[in-house]
C-alpha cells in the first residue's frame, strides 16, 4: 500500500527563488529518501535521513525529518531551471522487508 | 560503467504477446527489485530477491514471472500481455537498506 504522501503534488516557482516540498508517511521507518525524476528518465537518488536524524543537508538540498508528525520536507533552494523534474519521497519501513514505499511525487517547475 | 543497466529502452508490442526484461548490476548487491511506474507516476514494487531468493511479491498476476540466474541479474518475463500493462518498468539493487540504485527504465507499450 503506498506510504508517503507528497504536497504539493505540483509546484511552479521561478528561478531563484526555494522551493519546499513535503512528505507524510503512515508507519514507522527506518529512513527516508527522496529521488528526482527527470522527464522520461530513471529515478536518482538524492539524500538519505535515517529515522534518528532530524535534519541532512547536502548542497542546495535541506532535508528534515519529523518522526511524531511522520513527515517530512525537502528544500531546494536558489532553484535553477534544471531543477525541473518530479521529486518522490520514498520510505524503508521499520520491521518490514528490505524495500521502499514510494509517495505520488511533487512535479517541480522552475521557470527561467 | 552503468551501475544498473536494463534492456530494452523502450518496448512496443502487441496484446497477448509474451516478452522480457531484462537486468544486471554491477554494484555486488544482495537485493534486486522490479517496480511499475503506471501513468500518473506512482510507483509500485513488484518484486524483490535477495541472492536469487524471492522475497517480495506484491501481488502481482501471475503472467508476470521474476527470475534471478544469479544475485546481479533480474529478469523479467511477462505473458499475454495487456493494454493494462503498459507502464515504465524500473530494476532497481540495494544493499543493506540503503543505496537504493535505479536503472533508467524500459517503457513497455502494449498495443
Known amino acids: 500500500s503506498q506510504q508517503g504522501e507528497e504536497d504539493p503534488q505540483a509546484l511552479s516557482i521561478q528561478e531563484g527563488e526555494n522551493a519546499t516540498m513535503n512528505c507524510s508517511y503512515k508507519t514507522s521507518i527506518n529512513n527516508l529518501q527522496w529521488y528526482r525524476q527527470n522527464s522520461g528518465r530513471g529515478l536518482v537518488h538524492l539524500i538519505l535521513?535515517?529515522?534518528?536524524?532530524r535534519e541532512k543537508h547536502s548542497g542546495r538540498l535541506r532535508v528534515t525529518l519529523d518522526t511524531s508528525k511522520k513527515s517530512s520536507s525537502l528544500l531546494i533552494t536558489a532553484s535553477r531551471a534544471a531543477d525541473t523534474a518530479s521529486y518522490f519521497c520514498a520510505t524503508d519501513t521499520q520491521g518490514g522487508s528490505e524495500k521502499l514505499v514510494f509517495g505520488k511525487g511533487t512535479k517541480l517547475t522552475v521557470n527561467p | 560503467d552503468t551501475a544498473v543497466s536494463q534492456t530494452p529502452k523502450y518496448l512496443v508490442t502487441q496484446m497477448g504477446n509474451d516478452k522480457s526484461i531484462k537486468c544486471e548490476q554491477n554494484l555486488g548487491h544482495d537485493t534486486m527489485y522490479w517496480y511499475k511506474q503506471d501513468s500518473k507516476k506512482f510507483l509500485k514494487i513488484m518484486f524483490s530477491?535477495?541472492?536469487?531468493?524471492?522475497?517480495i511479491n506484491e501481488t502481482v498476476p501471475n503472467r508476470f514471472s521474476p527470475k534471478s540466474p544469479d544475485k546481479a541479474h533480474l529478469n523479467l518475463h511477462i505473458n499475454s500481455l495487456e493494454l493494462g500493462d503498459s507502464a515504465v518498468y524500473f530494476c532497481?539493487?540495494?544493499?543493506?537498506?540503503?543505496?537504493?540504485?535505479f536503472g533508467s527504465g524500459t517503457r513497455l507499450t502494449v498495443v
Open positions: 530477491y535477495n541472492n536469487k531468493e524471492l522475497i
Open positions: 532497481a539493487s540495494s544493499q543493506g537498506r540503503v543505496g537504493y540504485t
Open positions: 535521513i535515517r529515522s534518528n536524524e
